[in-house]
């Protein structure tokens, strides 16, 4: 294994725009994380920073943001274990926490995509500055700010951009660029010597040439993110060698630990995000000496973007972050290791179900919650829940037809209605549990979108089916 990743920071992603834990199991967590292996975090508040001013319009309001006291503590327990803090701030794409405000709209590129900034307006650019002195004045022993810039979906379709651009010789890369290079030099201004770092997918499709000649080498390190358990270690590679190639030597690996499966997933698979980091461990591997590897970092993903579900919550990913944090340092995911996590944290993998009454008692911060949690994501993709309304006495005896006609058979009405109650009702206690034990780890709003976007869904079906044989059976003159 390549030295450079035992050495080199790696920070775990705290993305707090969805399931903020509170303030005492965050603190819980920062010392957890020291105690796996990382030595630093990144942090991306969104909405629950709290903005002042005109921006305090930008605060959550389905739970308070933090305090200013407790963005201090958080510092002072990642201080105390030796984390350095890196925010990470969104100054282009992915903005729908301030592009969503009434206030804002007309700061949008097009008026239907509510993540993408206009690049063009002062007002814009004054908007993000400010975000971003806010949040570096309550982090001011940072020495490094993450600003974002991933995922830019439809720069160049504004109008005002598309008089920009009809001026011959002029490229959306070159327009993505200049309001960087703009946002870069307006925030070191203001903090002197703070190193920057941006998300690098906006640069992959930019000629050497086009980055060479914008400005940009000098303002920003790139952190290169893929996810992808079959990352492309070849093309990755050369990515990274293309980047030196322009003047950018300094560069940062983004791996995933959580939170990027599917937009909806309720339990993480250690072994899918260990492969990744097996994969990045081959990249780091094969690269040239001039590249200077700052760190990687961990993300864990709690939703796609602000408006989006939540993915994962942050229990029932701690094994498999541990497991990634001890493949990077290890250099390899042996018997040795996995053990090891085992050891510390009672599993490897969160949702093996089949060795869950064997294995040794998960202990850690939120282990409860977790296994309540993958106990009843079990229930709710169960084929006897997912496929009752298929199942032969509804497909042969209570279809529409028989409803509409009323030709229904009231003893397999019956029995239909009894399976169905005795089904939501063993899941509604698992359900009680989950809230209880959430609850105390995330606030009360957290705990409702988690069973309304992830339990109420799939329920729906089988509740409506319900309600109709309790309609009918009464309509026939039976009691229920």
């Not at 020495?143 to 720069?155: C, K, N, Q, S």
């Not at 079990?378 to 005896?397: C, D, I, K, P, T």
Request: glycine share 6%; with cysteine; charged share 20%.
């Amino acid at each position: 294994m390549d030295p450079s990743l035992r050495s080199c920071k790696k920070l775990v992603h705290l993305d707090l725009k969805g399931a903020p834990p509170r303030i005492g199991y965050l603190i819980e967590l920062i010392q957890l994380f020291a105690d796996l292996g990382a030595n630093g975090l990144l942090i991306e508040y969104e909405d629950m920073f709290p903005y002042e001013g005109e921006l305090k319009i930008l605060q959550s309001t389905t739970q308070p943001p933090y305090s200013r006291e407790e963005i201090a503590s958080i510092q002072d327990a990642a201080s105390s274990r030796g984390l350095e803090i890196i925010p990470l701030v969104q100054t282009y794409g992915h903005l729908e926490f301030v592009l969503k405000h009434k206030v804002f709209r007309d700061l949008r590129e097009v008026d239907y995509c509510l993540g993408t900034l206009n690049p063009h307006h002062d007002r814009g650019v004054r908007l993000v500055r400010e975000m971003l002195q806010q949040v570096m004045k309550l982090h001011p022993k940072s020495t490094r700010l993450h600003i974002g810039a991933d995922e830019v979906y439809m720069l160049g379709l504004g109008d005002e951009s598309k008089q920009w651009l009809s001026v011959p010789g002029r490229s959306v890369h070159q327009l993505f660029l200049s309001h960087i290079i703009k946002v870069a030099k307006g925030i070191q201004a203001s903090v002197p010597n703070l190193k920057l770092i941006m998300w690098d997918d906006m640069l992959r499709s930019m000629t050497p040439q086009t980055i060479k000649e914008s400005g940009l080498v000098g303002l920003v390190q790139p952190m290169l993110w893929d996810y992808n358990p079959s990352l492309d270690v070849k093309n990755t590679v050369v990515l990274m060698e293309l980047y030196k190639s322009v003047g950018m030597s300094q560069q940062w690996a983004a791996s995933s630990f959580k939170g990027s499966t599917t937009v909806h997933t309720c339990v993480t698979s250690t072994q899918r995000h260990v492969d990744n980091h097996l994969q990045w461990l081959k990249v780091v591997s094969s690269l040239s000496a001039g590249i200077e590897l700052q760190g990687i970092a961990l993300t864990g993903w709690q939703r796609y973007d602000h408006l989006s579900v939540l993915c994962e919550l942050m229990p029932v990913g701690l094994p498999s972050l541990a497991s990634c944090l001890q493949t990077l340092i290890q250099g390899s995911f042996t018997e040795e290791v996995q053990e090891k996590v085992a050891k510390t944290l009672g599993t490897v993998e969160i949702g093996d179900t089949e060795r869950l009454p064997s294995r040794t008692p998960s202990s850690f911060p939120g282990a409860k919650l977790a296994e309540l949690i993958v106990k009843l994501t079990s229930m709710l993709e169960s084929a006897e829940l997912r496929h009752f309304q298929n199942n032969m006495f509804v497909r042969g005896w209570f279809t529409p037809y028989h409803v509409q006609r009323k030709t229904v058979n009231p003893l397999i009405a019956q029995q239909i209605k009894t399976q169905a109650k005795m089904i939501l009702d063993d899941v509604e206690i698992q359900v009680q549990e989950v809230r209880g034990e959430m609850s105390l780890l995330y606030s009360v709003s957290t705990v409702q979108e988690w069973v309304d976007q992830h339990v109420t869904p799939v329920l729906e079906p089988l509740h409506n089916l319900l309600k109709d044989t309790e309609r009918v059976l009464n309509e026939m003159g039976f009691c229920t």
